[in-house]
C-alpha cells in the first residue's frame, strides 16, 4: 500500500505558477501509476492529470498546455507543475496512486488531505 502526502499549495494571482509535491511512502511506487485530482468546493472530485509507471502522461482538457506532471521514482515523488493559472483552478488538490484504472476513475478507499490551491488577485 502507498501512503501519499501532497504539499505545495497556496495563493497565487492569476497566471502565476505553483508547483505540487506528493511524497510516497511504500515500496511499490514505482510501479504504480500517479493521479493528480482536485475538487472545488460544491463539486465533485476530478482528474487533473496522471502519468504511468512508466512515464506515460495524460491530461484533463481544461489544464492542457498550462499542468505538467512528472515524478522521480528515487525520490518516491510525483509533482504537478501549474502554469498560466486561472481564478477556476481554485481547489483542493490531492494525489493518489496504484492501477492504472483505478487512478483513471478515482476509485480509491482512501485520499489524503490535499493542498489548497486559490487563484485569486
Known amino acids: 500500500q502507498v501512503q501519499l502526502v501532497e504539499s505545495g499549495g497556496g495563493l497565487v494571482q492569476p497566471g502565476g505558477s505553483l508547483r505540487l509535491s506528493c511524497a510516497a511512502s511504500g515500496s511499490i511506487f514505482s510501479i504504480s501509476a500517479m493521479g493528480w485530482y482536485r475538487q472545488a468546493p460544491g463539486k465533485q472530485r476530478e482528474l487533473v492529470a496522471r502519468?504511468?509507471?512508466?512515464?506515460?502522461?495524460a491530461y484533463a482538457d481544461f489544464v492542457k498546455g498550462r499542468f505538467t506532471i512528472s515524478r522521480d521514482n528515487a525520490k518516491k515523488t510525483a509533482y504537478l507543475q501549474m502554469n498560466s493559472l486561472k481564478p477556476e483552478d481554485t481547489a483542493v488538490y490531492y494525489c493518489?496512486?496504484?492501477?492504472?484504472?483505478?487512478?483513471?476513475?478515482?476509485?480509491?478507499?482512501?485520499w489524503g488531505q490535499g493542498t489548497q490551491v486559490t487563484v485569486s488577485s
Open positions: 493518489n496512486a496504484g492501477r492504472p484504472g483505478a487512478v483513471l476513475t478515482g476509485n480509491f478507499a482512501s
Open positions: 502519468i504511468s509507471s512508466g512515464g506515460i502522461t
